[in-house]
């Protein structure tokens, strides 16, 4: 697996079906043997619990009847290989019955090594903890679809209520690998080692807790051929989309935006959204918001402003400076004017963010905004929601699928906000974004994220590439200040330095609030 290929372009995050197709290419298209994997990979486990927890001598093992209790059979087996004062504590089905064929020979050799294996309904599950040091949790893997219940159920909760310290391999058990959410219950790991890319699940819905992968030799040729729709934004690949700056460059060589918006008492909204364009590179940035608000004092000195008339005259004000513009950022403070949005929209020939009340004025029909002409959505899930036509409870619970179907109906790219900020372009191509904490959970934020894709767009970012970048940088400006008390002008302020910490060594860009540990990110 070539890793510096890899995090150029995105890490891969497969579904549980478009994990086991890589794993049946690489077995039954390239030959590569599925005892050989299963061996890499217990390996690759044992050499991170070795690292990880050096001093555990009685690891509790507990292994499923699928692959991934297979992995388990072989991480207790090397533990014990590498050093003989660590001997495993086993439970795992009895050899046979729905073991693969690889399990079964793993159970077996397990067994010649005179390692202790007992059956999951043998033993007490709380005698058996009060034995060990460490849970490495190998029930069950990517392909869990339903719900666990009865005496599976119970163990996971057992194992939950140990005062151990837990890992997970692959995935913690009961989780799902698509939606990250639990499959009735699932156990709460304080590391989760994954196998050869980061699934979906643990991206989307990190499940609070480290999560390392490890390289278990799937060829790049397999994963490729997988049809793999989900990537995680690397800082290599954040890295190759940002604009370069010329030395000769000057003000009108990094574009010039219009940001539309404001009404009484969201003028802020406006000052943050254009201080979010200027601080992401852009040359010049000029705000329109109407006439008894264009002299209030709130916009930085840098920005020019254009008082808008009221009525239906706005529009052709705004039409009118967008011909000597790059970027529009439309939104921020506006107010719910929906002729006012969709007249703009349809006549604007440059590249666009709609966000806020820019969304709102669109009700539940986001088509139809000239997406020809490269545009951006900005939505929070309520107000994704109210363009779905749908719940917010409905979008939170399926976050891609929300995403994939906004930008698919708008033809649009859709940024939908949040833990892990997704992009979704219309074709359904998603990137899940793993920069920004809860430094960014303040008032304003989303309208300083607006403004930096909005500046990005002006520098001549394609607008796929404008969301993908704005958004790791935004994220990145929010970790770099405090977790709480902050403020969205501080955030903003910030994007100088995540711009700088993205074109630093490796070694000084990481950031706060990371939480894959993947080369790249």
Known sequence: MDVAALARDGWPCPTSTEMARVDADAIERLGLPGRVLMETAGRAVAEVLRRRFPDSRRPLVVCGPGNNGGDGLVVARVLHEWDARCVPLVLASSPGGRQSAEARANHEL?????????????????????????????????????????????????????????????????????????????????????????????????????????????????????????????????????????????????????????????????????????????????????????????????????????????????????????????????GPDAGLVREILAGCACPAVVDADGLNALGGDPAGIRPDAGRVLTPHPGEAARLLGCRTPEVQADRPAAARALAARSGAVAVLKGSRTLIAAPDGALWVNPTGGPGLATGGTGDVLAGCIGGLLAQGCAPLDAARLGVWLHGVAGDLGPDAGGLAAEVAARLPLARRALLGAEEDADVPGRILALPGT
């Open 110 to 334: 397990l067994l010649e090594s005179g390692i202790e294996v007992l059956g999951r309904d043998e033993k007490d599950a709380a005698t058996l903890l009060g034995r060990c040091d460490l849970i490495v949790d190998a029930l069950f893997g990517v392909g869990l679809t339903r719900p666990l219940e009865g005496g599976t159920a119970e163990l996971i909760r057992a194992l939950g209520a140990a005062d151990l310290p837990v890992v997970a391999v692959d995935l913690p058990s009961g989780m799902s690998g698509d939606s990250g959410r639990a499959l009735g219950v699932a156990l709460r790991a304080d590391l989760v080692i994954t196998l050869g890319l980061p699934k979906l699940g643990l991206v989307v819905q990190p499940p609070g807790a480290p999560v390392e992968v490890v390289d278990i030799g799937l060829p790049a040729a397999s994963i490729a051929r997988a049809g793999i729709r989900q990537w995680l934004v690397t800082r290599a690949l954040a890295r190759r989309l940002l604009p370069a700056r010329p030395p000769g460059g000057h003000k009108g060589t990094f574009g010039h935006v219009l940001v539309v918006g404001g009404s009484a008492g969201k003028t802020g909204a406006v000052a943050l959204a254009s201080e979010g364009a200027l601080r992401s590179g852009a040359g010049l940035v000029t705000a329109a918001l109407p006439a008894a608000l264009a002299a209030g004092g709130e916009l930085r000195v840098e920005a020019m402003s254009i008082a808008l008339e009221s009525g239906p005259g706005s529009a052709r004000q705004v039409l009118e400076a967008l011909r000597e513009r790059d970027a529009l950022v439309i939104g921020p403070g506006l």
